[in-house]
């Protein structure tokens, strides 16, 4: 904890309920996790026979599943180095959760090696994707609460990979995005790397401020929506 942050009051934090509950109706045999830090998100993986988180500092206080395996470095190092396939004992991912550095272009990164080893049914899920507030998403952190500008990926996808579909659940504190129809064999978003960064980094909040709702395809927080989502992406 940075003592430097401005504190707000304590954000309630029902995404864990909602991972759950996306967990339990998706049963993943193999899961991914980039940004682990305590391992409390980590520790809802418990029907995969093989995990990797990724973290460069994790500080885990959770008691984690057996087939867990925490690479204690940076998500780019990480696809630099390893094969996340070979990792996960030859396997697909099943289920994979986007939660490290919360910047666009980390972001963006993350989802396109990820997608590479997903199958066309897997699931995508993205923390962060629906802002409080301008200052709580500045690209510079100096709130304790903090969701960076990862929203910018859902327009970006949007735009660009119109193939995806993608809904943001309305979860406390920031939103939690549900990517699937992944395409691993897609190329658009790696040669077009460099424009996109031009293009989003500068996008200003104020391009989304007032209308959350249709740009990060906002769907309510609830069980009923939360599965519809899910029987959709199952029934690709
Ligand atoms: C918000 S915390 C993750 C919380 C966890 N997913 C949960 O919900 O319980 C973000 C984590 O991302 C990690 N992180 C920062 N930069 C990263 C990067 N480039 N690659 C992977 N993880 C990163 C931080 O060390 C931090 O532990």
Redesign the pocket.
């Known amino acids: 904890m940075v003592a430097w942050f401005k504190k707000r009051k304590p954000a309630s934090r029902d995404y864990y309920r909602v991972l759950a509950q996306i967990h339990n109706f998706l049963l993943p045999e193999s899961y991914v ?6 391992g ?2 980590m520790a809802l993986a418990k029907s995969a026979v093989a995990s990797v988180g ?4 994790p500080d885990l206080r959770f008691p984690l599943p057996g087939s867990v395996c925490v690479f204690p470095m ?3 190092a990480f696809f630099e180095q390893h094969d996340l396939q070979a990792e996960l004992g030859g396997r697909k991912v099943d289920l994979a959760f986007v ?3 919360h910047l666009f272009e ?1 972001a963006l990164r993350d989802f396109i090696n990820l997608e590479k080893c997903c199958r066309g049914d897997s699931t995508i899920l993205v923390h962060d994707c629906r802002p409080v507030d301008r200052e709580t998403a500045a690209r510079e952190r100096t709130t304790q609460l903090w969701s960076g500008d990862v929203r910018k990926l859902i327009v970006c996808l949007k735009k660009y990979r119109t193939d995806l579909t993608i809904r943001t659940i309305d979860a406390s504190p920031t939103g939690l995005a549900v990517i699937s129809h992944l395409d691993p064999s897609s190329n658009i978003l790696t040669g077009m790397l460099e424009s996109l960064y031009k293009e989003f980094v500068p996008y200003d909040y104020s391009n989304i401020e007032h209308n959350k709702s249709e740009q990060l395809n906002l769907v309510n927080n609830s069980p009923n929506e939360i599965q519809s989502v899910l029987t959709h992406r199952a029934r690709s």
């Open positions: 996790e980039i940004g682990v830090r305590h409390e998100s990724i973290d460069p500092q940076t998500s780019d939660d490290g550095m980390f």
